[in-house]
């Protein structure tokens, strides 16, 4: 007769434990935005989104939590970095309507594509001459183009991208636009800006929305407005990037198989990234739907507190995975980035306003 060598509770010895399920790690991105609401209610000049990944961070190498984070939490922070990233994405786009950017006129709409076109290929150059590892170059120059963290997480979904990567790139993106906060008002009269310029520098600058509202409301609401309505013209062309760049994994893969003789995973079982991903269509869906004018305020102002509670959970858990002895091996090189590329498109953009103002 076998024997089970059963243990208490039913476990039998030899068997591998359970794995961990999503609710602990949920709960803690719960909790992490709890105290970022907290910090940004306490200190406003802070953006929730900012704490948020600061938390994260800070979660991951506390003594006596660190353990739980890296261990019973990470599922389900995983998912809130991936899942709760793709929702929020989708209900970014609200705040932007077609009517919106036709309104600013077409020379503004021209300058903040050169803006992101040199900051995104000046970056991805720079970053991989460097020898920057994995898909840091990608999502680095993603991440400072586009709207920071929100494209980050938009793009290395479609990419495929190592979770310490994405964690990382993050964390210097949210660096960078955070210091842009304390930095760029103190030049605002120096560089010989009105309020509408400095609005749209601001906008076509700097990473995250929350940082850009941050930093332009110290201009007053002009600049405000000016501000967050270039934002908006940026994060539009987070469609057209991730599409960009799942084509460009679609083909990578095929000379992959093609240089490799067709060996491998059939083709007609391997995993190809979808030319527009889903949580795309759903942003431009959005898009769409703000620029039908039938959406109630009340319901736009609803969607953004749910969409900056999500992404806010979703920084608490990509920033969870960052490992800061890893960061710092190759911090010379990612802070070289991380500088030369805000000065490219503090210049760029700069420029851009003075020849369209």
Same mark, same amino acid.
């Given at each position: 007769?076998?024997?089970?060598?059963?243990?208490?509770?039913?476990?039998?010895?030899?068997?591998?434990?359970?794995?961990?399920?999503?609710?602990?790690?949920?709960?803690?991105?719960?909790?992490?935005?709890?105290?970022?609401?907290?910090?940004?209610?306490?200190?406003?000049?802070?953006?929730?989104?900012?704490?948020?990944?600061?938390?994260?961070?800070?979660?991951?190498?506390?003594?006596?939590?660190?353990?739980?984070?890296?261990?019973?939490?990470?599922?389900?922070?995983?998912?809130?970095?991936?899942?709760?990233?793709?929702?929020?994405?989708?209900? /970014?786009?609200?705040?932007?309507?077609?009517?919106?950017?036709?309104?600013?006129?077409?020379?503004?709409?021209?300058?903040?594509?050169?803006?992101?076109?040199?900051?995104?290929?000046?970056?991805?150059? /720079?970053?991989?001459?460097?020898?920057?590892?994995?898909?840091?170059? @990608?999502?680095?120059?993603?991440?400072?183009?586009?709207?920071?963290?929100?494209?980050?997480?938009?793009?290395?979904?479609?990419?495929?991208?190592?979770?310490?990567?994405?964690?990382?790139?993050?964390?210097?993106?949210?660096?960078?636009?955070?210091?842009?906060?304390?930095?760029?008002?103190?030049?605002?009269?120096?560089?010989?800006?009105?309020?509408?310029?400095?609005?749209?520098?601001?906008?076509?600058?700097?990473?995250?929305?929350?940082?850009?509202?941050?930093?332009?409301?110290?201009?007053?609401?002009?600049?405000?407005?000016?501000?967050?309505?270039?934002?908006?013209?940026?994060?539009?062309?987070?469609?057209?990037?991730?599409?960009?760049?799942?084509?460009?994994?679609?083909?990578?893969?095929?000379?992959?198989?093609?240089?490799?003789?067709?060996?491998?995973?059939?083709?007609?079982?391997?995993?190809?990234?979808?030319?527009?991903?889903?949580?795309?269509?759903?942003?431009?869906?959005?898009?769409?739907?703000?620029?039908?004018?039938?959406?109630?305020?009340?319901? @736009?102002?609803?969607?953004?507190?749910?969409?900056? @509670? /999500?992404?806010?959970?979703?920084?608490?858990?990509?920033?969870?995975?960052?490992?800061?002895?890893?960061?710092?091996?190759?911090?010379?090189?990612?802070?070289?980035?991380?500088?030369?590329?805000?000065?490219?498109?503090?210049?760029?953009?700069?420029?851009?306003? /003075?020849?369209?103002?």
């Amino acid at each position: 007769m076998a024997l089970t060598n059963a243990r208490p509770g039913g476990a039998r010895a030899g068997t591998a434990a359970a794995p961990p399920g999503k609710l602990p790690g949920l709960a803690m991105a719960v909790l992490g935005v709890a105290l970022a609401w907290t910090v940004h209610r306490l200190v406003p000049a802070v953006p929730m989104l900012t704490a948020a990944v600061v938390l994260g961070i800070a979660a991951a190498h506390l003594p006596g939590v660190k353990a739980r984070v890296r261990g019973v939490g990470r599922p389900g922070l995983t998912l809130a970095g991936k899942r709760l990233m793709r929702v929020g994405v989708v209900l /970014l786009g609200l705040k932007l309507s077609i009517g919106d950017v036709l309104g600013v006129g077409w020379a503004t709409v021209a300058m903040v594509l050169v803006v992101v076109t040199a900051t995104f290929f000046g970056t991805l150059w /720079l970053g991989r001459r460097l020898g920057l590892r994995g898909d840091q170059p @990608l999502l680095i120059a993603t991440g400072y183009s586009i709207c920071g963290a929100s494209a980050i997480g938009a793009v290395s979904e479609v990419s495929g991208s190592d979770e310490e990567d994405v964690a990382t790139s993050v964390a210097l993106v949210t660096l960078c636009g955070t210091l842009a906060i304390a930095v760029l008002p103190l030049l605002h009269h120096p560089l010989g800006l009105d309020d509408t310029q400095f609005g749209r520098w601001v906008g076509a600058g700097v990473h995250d929305v929350g940082q850009v509202v941050a930093t332009a409301q110290t201009a007053g609401p002009t600049a405000l407005g000016e501000a967050v309505l270039v934002k908006l013209m940026r994060v539009a062309l987070l469609a057209p990037l991730v599409a960009a760049v799942a084509v460009s994994v679609s083909r990578r893969r095929a000379q992959a198989r093609a240089a490799a003789g067709g060996t491998g995973v059939p083709a007609d079982q391997q995993k190809r990234p979808p030319l527009v991903p889903l949580f795309v269509l759903g942003f431009l869906t959005m898009v769409a739907v703000r620029s039908t004018g039938l959406v109630p305020d009340g319901v @736009l102002d609803g969607a953004q507190h749910v969409q900056e @509670l /999500l992404l806010a959970a979703a920084l608490f858990g990509l920033g969870s995975a960052v490992h800061l002895p890893s960061l710092v091996r190759t911090g010379g090189r990612v802070a070289a980035l991380g500088l030369c590329s805000w000065v490219v498109i503090a210049g760029v953009s700069y420029a851009g306003v /003075l020849l369209t103002a």
